[in-house]
């Protein structure tokens, strides 16, 4: 019933790029916590990007600077903007929602960063 779908995901050169989406349905989106992960090839999985109920962002080293993630609780969506990405970039991004020791996720979407 819960779900997180995200989309967005694809090809995309060098310095170029994207803007992830994860759309919720069955939570009340405006009280969650929302965040995107990422899992490369051989990798564990990372955090990239929190923001809060309360709209406070936070973000992981390797992508400050370069990404920005917002929400919309009326479209229950949240958005990871991409820019200036790199080939160690590539892997698939997660989208999580979490709150009160509850937490769901996505199905993932894949993003390749290569020329």
């Known amino acids: 019933q819960v779900q997180l779908v995200e989309s967005g995901g694809g090809l995309v050169q060098p310095g170029g790029a994207l803007t992830l989406s994860c759309v919720s349905s069955?939570?009340?989106?405006?009280?969650?916590?929302m965040a995107w992960y990422r899992q490369a090839p051989g990798k564990q999985r990372e955090w990239v990007a929190t923001?809060?109920?309360?709209?406070?962002?936070n973000y992981g080293d390797s992508v400050k600077g370069r990404f920005t993630i917002s929400r919309d609780n009326d479209k229950k969506t949240a958005y990871l903007q991409m820019t200036s990405l790199k080939p160690e970039d590539t892997a698939v991004y997660y989208c999580?929602?979490?709150?009160?020791?509850?937490?769901?996720w996505g199905q993932g979407t894949q993003v390749t960063v290569s020329s």
């Open positions: 923001i809060t109920a309360g709209g406070r962002t």
């Open positions: 999580n929602a979490r709150f009160s020791e509850t937490g769901y």
């Open positions: 069955g939570i009340i989106f405006r009280q969650y916590a």
